[in-house]
Nanobody
Framework: QVAPVESGGGSVQPGGSLKLSCVTT????????VEWHRQAPGKERERIAS????????VYGDSLKGRFTVSRDEVKGILYLHMSRMTTEDTAVYYC????????????WGQGTQVTVFS
């Protein structure tokens, strides 16, 4: 299974927006649950959003709902994370994971992309 590849990270001021991309394949998007996680400095990695094989999506955490959304391009196999009204608390490395355990392919992780929110 090819590992997903994240991109789109960078630096942004509080209140700004960023869009991250997780590039997988059309098959991965259609067969697997693809998730966004993040790990802030000194904290454990946490799951922040997911997209099911059927196209349903969930954003986790009250502080993220209304600010973060997910969308996907099924043909290109890309899952996007749209982040808005960002705060310094959103500073983290953002990872994409493709959970394909239900089709016997295990879970693969990307290398992560750094997002820094600074004033």
């Amino acid at each position: 299974q090819v590992a997903p590849v994240e991109s789109g990270g960078g630096s942004v001021q509080p209140g700004g927006s960023l869009k991250l991309s997780c590039v997988t394949t059309e098959n991965i998007i259609g067969w697997c649950r693809v998730e966004w996680h993040r790990q802030a400095p000194g904290k454990e990695r946490e799951r922040i959003a997911s997209s099911t094989s059927r196209g349903g999506s969930t954003v986790y955490g009250d502080s993220l709902k209304g600010r973060f959304t997910v969308s996907r391009d099924e043909v290109k196999g890309i899952l996007y994370l749209h982040m808005s009204r960002m705060t310094t608390e959103d500073t983290a490395v953002y990872y994409c994971a493709a959970d394909c355990t239900r089709v016997g392919m295990g879970t693969s992780w990307g290398q992560g992309t750094q997002v820094t929110v600074f004033s």
